[in-house]
């Protein structure tokens, strides 16, 4: 991918917790692919690190991540901006919009101003999945500009709920399985993910502005999974070394 693209940088000033930080820019064109999929071919952008080892879908699984928009981040939509999600391999596929679908469990998803917990219902049969995006409010986008927020939440798939803290505070408690279809392991995803960026371009067109997505960057720091929200959230167990 592009040098802009990531950065791992020492500042003690500016880390939410300790010396590091990463650094996430996103422009207009920046799509890549490999021997299993193309965001080029499929109308998406994206910068992402994702996490291993693979996990079972099973016990508590919770995770942690500060993460700070810059001050000139802009809200795409109708185009969607991912920041964070919990995707899975061997999960249930289908379509949307007429492109190949592969669902998360999980999104942390940007639009209308607004960040939020989605939460990907899924029904139907596992070659034609039915995807219902169920979205918990968490915070304005605004309130995250140039400023650190913590974001944290719990996957229970044996007692069937999802737990969200934002900032140490509870925010939703989801009394509902996390899955329908059991895949065969998940995965924590962070960065930078735009979906159908085809939607953005043809509106600034409809009303005759320049259709080039702006350029996004956005922060992240002190990354976490765990077994319990002790594990994993620092503003509820202070005692958690910082990451670096």
Known sequence: ??????????DINFARRGSFYQRFELRDGDCFGDEDWNDCDNNRERIELSSEPRQKPEDV???????MLDKAFIDIYPTNTTLGQVHQIGGPSGTTEELPSFPPIIQIEAFKGRLYFLWHELSG??????DIGKAYDLISLDEMKDKWTDISF???YKDKR?????????KHEILKSPISFIPEYTYFKYGI????ISKYKQQEKMFERDDTLPTQIVFYDEVRRGNSIEEVDFNINPKLIPVD
């Open 162 to 170: 999802m737990d969200v803290w934002i900032n140490g505070i509870k």
């Open 154 to 156: 719990c996957l229970n």
């Open 61 to 67: 699984q919770c995770f942690a991540y500060s993460i």
């Open 1 to 10: 991918q592009n040098e802009h693209n990531y950065s791992y940088i020492s």
């Open 125 to 130: 049969s596992v070659s034609n999945v039915i």
């Open 193 to 196: 993910y735009r979906s159908f």
